[in-house]
């Protein structure tokens, strides 16, 4: 009796702590901007037993925020002797598609030149 009285409350304490956790996961992602409903979403489909917070938090977080880049159109040099390609193959202005802030917006749209494109992926961690 004392034993199975002991395993319930193992059991309990367990769960209080994941929902704690959860709650915590919850919480972190709305303060990283995500809107309730869909950082309750994300902590509950990234949720699996033995997950530290951080871990928890990142696994929600490539749920909720996929990997963003810039695709630019650049020329590709097959040898490193090559010649460049001739100066009308090469666009003026490319067009970038910049990351939406949240799942349900869509994502902007700009267009850059060669040079500001380059001061923009400068500016990205690698």
Request: glycine share 4%.
């Amino acid at each position: 009796m004392q034993a199975a009285l002991a395993q319930a409350q193992a059991d309990a304490l367990t769960q209080a702590e994941a929902n704690d956790q959860l709650l915590d996961v919850i919480a972190g992602l709305k303060w990283l901007g995500f809107r309730a409903e869909r950082a309750r979403w994300g902590a509950e489909t990234a949720r699996s037993p033995g997950l530290t917070l951080e871990q928890h938090i990142k696994a929600a977080l490539k749920l909720l925020a996929p990997k963003r880049g810039v695709t630019t159109v650049a020329p590709v040099r097959t040898a490193s002797n090559a010649a460049p390609p001739p100066a009308q193959s090469v666009p003026e202005r490319a067009v970038v598609v910049l990351p939406a802030a949240s799942p349900e917006e869509s994502p902007e749209t700009a267009t850059m030149s060669a040079a500001e494109v380059d001061k923009e992926l400068s500016r990205v961690p690698a």
